[in-house]
């Protein structure tokens, strides 16, 4: 009898079998992840998606002053990662409240910004920590 795959557990992730354990990705697989690359490779979008990371909930004029932006642009911004799934948002009046309901991003977000900080140590001569 064939053992399942081990499953990958993540307290700020969902659980999927290990990226080792799954098949090769398909054409439409690279695809569809590619695009989520470039959504996510845009570094206003980043920023607030590190402030709904720290808040929880922001408004969008909370999050247009965290980055420095017109409420506008941000919208703008929001819309693309909700697009994706990435944000949900909730209208209280005349603001709307935007928060953060795919964990793997955060996660994403978190082995990112450890790997940027493992290459800068590496060329300062100094040993990284990321685990992964």
């Given at each position: 009898m064939k053992?399942?795959p081990?499953?990958r557990?993540?307290?700020?992730?969902?659980?999927?079998?290990?990226?080792?354990?799954?098949p090769l990705?398909?054409?439409?697989?690279a695809?569809?992840?590619a695009?989520v690359?470039?959504?996510?490779?845009?570094?206003?979008?980043?920023r607030?998606l590190?402030a709904?990371v720290?808040?929880?909930?922001?408004?969008?004029t909370d999050l247009a002053?965290s980055v420095?932006?017109?409420?506008?642009?941000?919208?703008?911004?929001l819309?693309?990662l909700?697009?994706?799934?990435?944000?949900?948002?909730?209208?209280?009046g005349?603001?709307i409240?935007y928060r953060?309901?795919?964990?793997?991003?955060?996660s994403?977000?978190d082995?990112?910004l450890?790997?940027?900080?493992?290459?800068?140590?590496?060329?300062?001569?100094?040993?990284?920590?990321?685990?992964q």
């Amino acid at each position: 009898m064939k053992s399942k795959p081990l499953k990958r557990v993540d307290a700020d992730c969902c659980t999927k079998p290990a990226l080792k354990e799954r098949p090769l990705l398909s054409p439409i697989q690279a695809g569809g992840l590619a695009a989520v690359f470039k959504v996510l490779a845009n570094d206003t979008r980043l920023r607030l998606l590190h402030a709904l990371v720290r808040a929880d909930e922001l408004c969008v004029t909370d999050l247009a002053a965290s980055v420095g932006m017109k409420p506008q642009a941000v919208s703008n911004q929001l819309q693309r990662l909700s697009d994706l799934g990435i944000l949900t948002s909730r209208r209280d009046g005349n603001n709307i409240h935007y928060r953060l309901v795919d964990l793997c991003v955060r996660s994403l977000l978190d082995q990112g910004l450890c790997l940027m900080e493992e290459v800068s140590d590496r060329s300062r001569g100094l040993r990284g920590t990321c685990d992964q």
